[in-house]
């Protein structure tokens, strides 16, 4: 008997039916069957299966005389053919990853389960991209005593991603649907009714193949029989639960019909006609009219909107409202806001109901306007547009001036307003390049502007013009312009090509070592880089506009990584990481940064190196830190390195220098003097024009306080956006009428709020200067990152999210301090906790006094506002 039976069903399939039965073979599991159910193919997949069958004695071919015109039949052939108390199920065009068998038998044994099942990934084949579905469901490995435990994995209704017990399957009867479509629907509905104990793993265990050929029943969405099937395996799932006596779990199952199955339709809806749409709306219709108001209440609220116009058969503005749902999700032609709430179109009604996306509450620049494309053509070389500009929350103020935006270009434009608060503009413009047009809108009386994208018809021919093509994009059919043409593709990838062999790192470091044996550093040329190239910020900063307030004889080169900005007007700027980098580096008599240049890149003799750092706190650093604790002599051998090649270093204070020196086995020259970027704390001097700029820039409305969160990242999860814990959507239901946010994240992480939250969220990441934020801000909530240190200096109140303490300190960074006991403010864990400390700041603030003084006498001390004075005039006196 082997361990697992793999039931591969196929029909007409017979150039993918070996790549799937190879990956059953290959598995690491070797005492396995495959059994190829074949639904009475007629090409040549008999001859392929008998073929396999013949190669390998684990194969076993099974054949129907007719075709049954679905799945369930053929997987039904295989449950009554397995010989292995596991059977688990593939798609001839799908593929099983290596470890999946072995893995899920493991599982289902170490727990007992009835069936175990594993996360599905969909393998889009045009590039090769592994996507998962609904990861959130296997985030965590676990045993599940019933689905009423989970009524969520409803949305797991995948029959090929699970391992199951034979005898589950056959002492209950459990058998696939023959006559419907979605069978896997019914069935996955009805193992969850009858299964009480199963087990969810959080690896990949089914490879989902996503062709560009529409030769599968789920990719047939443009034909209405596969709405109806649909709609009837959600229908027959509905009533198994309520004949196994789980009708209080029908809300959840039709949740997910609404969730997902309804999307499925809606999402490409903007491009059927009105006829098709109609129809799709009769079939859905009465079942929608059936699902429980609970299910309806889970949704979001554009989904709701659009299951509300089917049911009230408004099909024209069905396909407006559809198109909202992915892309940039354009908002409404019209709204109507009434007694505090929000309504999607022009008449109020609970179903209508958008309130929760915020989007009457935006800031200027975030708000929401909708740009409809009614007229476009072209001469062949101009295009001519008329455009009507929608503005349904009443954003745009009494005085503004108008724009097309294509890139980097600016086409004025002059909108007339027009019936239904409307503006119709005509442009004509010449597009060239790659971009996505917006019309914009200035406020002038701050100089605030707001963009949005053009909206066109989905069926709108792309227009050819000399080096472009004028066309839309996505089910939401944005309007785009795109370069041409093959021969201009061939020439970038060319030069690409030549470029990158010629441009390889190795080859730059070699010429930088030739150069700095051969030409001699200027004594005079300094390079200027801070955050590897990210910013105009920092102490390099401050000690810059000290040079240069002092009119020392140094020629000034700042390192800019690429896409960056901020930098003042005359500042010279060299690319990160280019051919001028490397020469600039060999060239300069005087290097200046706060991370770390190029680590294999030597010091030239004669040039001197300022090392600013970046921060000081209670994170492990240098040889203790994750990266290089660990005994491998190579990175660690890099970064020692890298440290010699350090002249002078900045230490904030003299824990700092306890800490870091040994850490990072430097013995050179120690500024103990403050650190330059806090001068400007010290003195309470914003660098770009005062608080009230800040707040202007960032539009935090007047009365409300301001909280700058600024978590640090995690090294095991970085660019993730995991760092960001707090649960901003239940902070903002607490107090979005009395604080605004300032959400900064570290410079490595990747993370935005969702535009339902940017009432109450401002994105501060890219604001180039946190001295400033942290001078306009209230209060600062932070978890383990340095900031802390600097923001004391203002004497403002500090709140510490701490709710992965034990991981952070244990398995994670690692830290030198035991914070909860250091913490010059509370350390909370939850967002309850969180919300009502800031509620009783001031008292809170007040209780931490003693703590806050210790921590300031521990990281400030040697803070007086003249670092960067003192610095240059010790460090820079040479260049006199």
Not at 15 to 33: I, T, W
Not at 518 to 528: D, E, G, Q, T, Y
Not at 859 to 875: H, T
Request: with cysteine.
């Amino acid at each position: 008997m082997p361990d697992c039976t793999v039931v591969v069903i196929t029909y007409n399939d017979a150039a993918r039916l070996p790549r799937a039965v190879r990956s059953v073979l290959g598995q690491s599991l070797r005492d396995l069957e495959v059994i190829i159910a074949d639904d009475a193919s007629t090409d040549g997949t008999p001859e392929v299966a008998r073929r396999l069958a013949a190669s390998d004695p684990r194969v076993r071919y099974l054949r129907r005389q007719a075709n049954s015109g679905g799945c369930g039949a053929p997987r039904n052939d295989g449950i009554d053919a397995a010989r292995s108390p596991y059977v688990m199920f593939l798609d001839s065009d799908d593929e099983l990853p290596r470890h999946a068998c072995k893995s899920l038998l493991a599982e289902i044994e170490r727990t007992g389960a009835q069936f175990v099942a594993g996360q599905i990934s969909r393998l889009h084949e045009s590039n090769g991209r592994l996507r998962p579905y609904y990861p959130s469901l296997f985030a965590r490995r676990r045993v599940v005593e019933g689905i009423g435990q989970e009524p969520e994995l409803f949305f797991d209704s995948f029959s090929t991603n699970k391992l199951y017990d034979v005898r589950l399957l056959r002492e209950n009867m459990l058998r696939f649907p023959e006559d419907i479509h979605y069978e896997d629907h019914v069935f996955a509905t009805e193992l969850y009714a009858v299964t009480r104990r199963f087990a969810v793993v959080p690896w990949v265990v089914y490879h989902w193949h996503r062709s560009t050929a529409n030769d599968s029943i789920s990719l047939s969405i443009e034909d209405l029989e596969n709405v109806r099937q649909r709609v009837i395996a959600a229908r027959l799932s509905d009533d198994i639960l309520r004949e196994h006596g789980a009708a209080d779990l029908v809300p959840h199952r039709q949740y997910r019909f609404l969730r997902q199955d309804l999307r499925v339709y809606l999402n490409p809806l903007p491009a059927r006609d009105l006829v098709w749409v109609k129809e799709f709306a009769s079939v859905v219709r009465p079942y929608l009219e059936e699902i429980s108001g609970a299910a309806f209440d889970r949704l979001d609220p554009l989904d709701r909107v659009c299951a509300q116009l089917i049911m009230d058969d408004r099909v024209e503005d069905l396909r407006v409202a559809a198109g909202s749902l992915t892309g940039p999700r354009a908002a409404p032609r019209t709204a109507v806001q009434l007694g505090g709430r929000t309504y999607w179109g022009s008449t109020p009604s609970p179903g209508m109901d958008i309130t929760r996306l915020r989007l009457a509450e935006l800031p200027f620049t975030a708000s929401r306007l909708r740009h409809e494309v009614v007229d476009l053509s072209s001469d062949g070389r101009r295009v001519r547009m008329t455009v009507r500009s929608y503005d349904p929350f009443g954003a745009l103020p009494p005085e503004w001036m108008a724009f097309l935006q294509l890139g980097r270009v600016r086409v004025p434009i002059d909108p007339q307003p027009s019936a239904q608060s409307a503006y119709v503009t005509h442009v004509e413009f010449t597009p060239t390049g790659r971009c996505e047009p917006r019309i914009g809108f200035t406020r002038l009386s701050d100089g605030l502007t707001t963009t949005d994208r053009l909206i066109a018809d989905p069926r709108t021919e792309p227009i050819e013009l000399p080096g472009c093509t004028l066309g839309v994009e996505g089910y939401a059919a944005y309007l785009c312009v795109r370069p041409d043409s093959v021969t201009r593709a061939v020439l970038r990838r060319v030069k690409r090509q030549v470029l990158k062999r010629i441009s390889t790192p190795r080859n730059k470091l070699l010429a930088y070592k030739l150069l700095v044996r051969v030409l001699p550093p200027r004594r005079n040329l300094a390079l200027f880089e801070s955050d590897v190239g990210k910013g105009y910020s920092g102490s390099p900063r401050a000690i810059y506009e000290e040079v240069r307030r002092r009119r020392l004889p140094i020629d000034t080169v700042w390192s800019v990584a690429k896409g960056r900005g901020n930098f003042p007007s005359d500042a010279k700027l060299v690319r990160r990481g280019s051919w001028r980098y490397v020469y600039t580096m060999a060239r300069a008599g005087i290097w200046v940064d706060s991370h770390g240049f190029p680590l294999d890149y030597p010091k030239p003799r004669g040039t001197r190196y300022l090392q600013t750092w970046h921060g000081q706190g209670i994170k492990s650093i240098g040889f203790d830190a994750p990266d290089l604790r660990g005994d491998f002599n190579g990175p660690r051998a890099r970064w020692r390195a890298a440290v010699a090649r350090w002249d002078a270093l900045v230490s904030p204070s003299a824990e700092f220098s306890r800490v870091f020196l040994p850490s990072n086995g430097y013995a050179g020259k120690v500024y103990r003097c403050g650190t330059p970027r806090c001068d400007a704390l010290v003195r309470g001097s914003t660098q770009d024009g005062g608080a009230l700029e800040v707040l202007r820039r960032l539009e935090v409305p007047p009365g409300r306080r301001v909280l700058l969160y600024a978590p640090t990242y995690r090294d095991q999860a970085k660019g993730s956006g995991r760092s960001v814990r707090v649960d901003l959507e239940l902070l903002a239901e607490e107090l979005a009428d009395e604080w605004v946010v300032l959400l900064r994240t570290h410079p490595i992480e990747r993370y935005q709020p969702p535009e339902h939250l940017r009432h109450f969220v401002r994105p501060a990441s890219s604001y180039p200067e946190i001295n400033d934020l942290m001078l306009a801000s209230d209060a600062l909530l932070t978890d383990y990152s340095s900031v802390m240190c600097d923001y004391a200096l203002t004497g403002k109140p500090m709140v510490f999210y701490i709710d992965d303490w034990d991981d952070y300190r244990l398995s994670e960074r690692g830290v030198y301090h035991d914070l909860p006991s250091i913490a010059p403010g509370p350390c909370v864990t939850s967002t309850e906790d969180l919300a009502g400390v800031l509620r009783r700041l001031p008292a809170v603030h007040e209780s931490y006094a003693e703590r806050y003084a210790a921590f300031r006498r521990m990281w400030c001390a040697d803070e007086r506002g003249d670092a960067a004075a003192r610095i240059v005039a010790d460090f820079f006196e040479e260049a006199r």
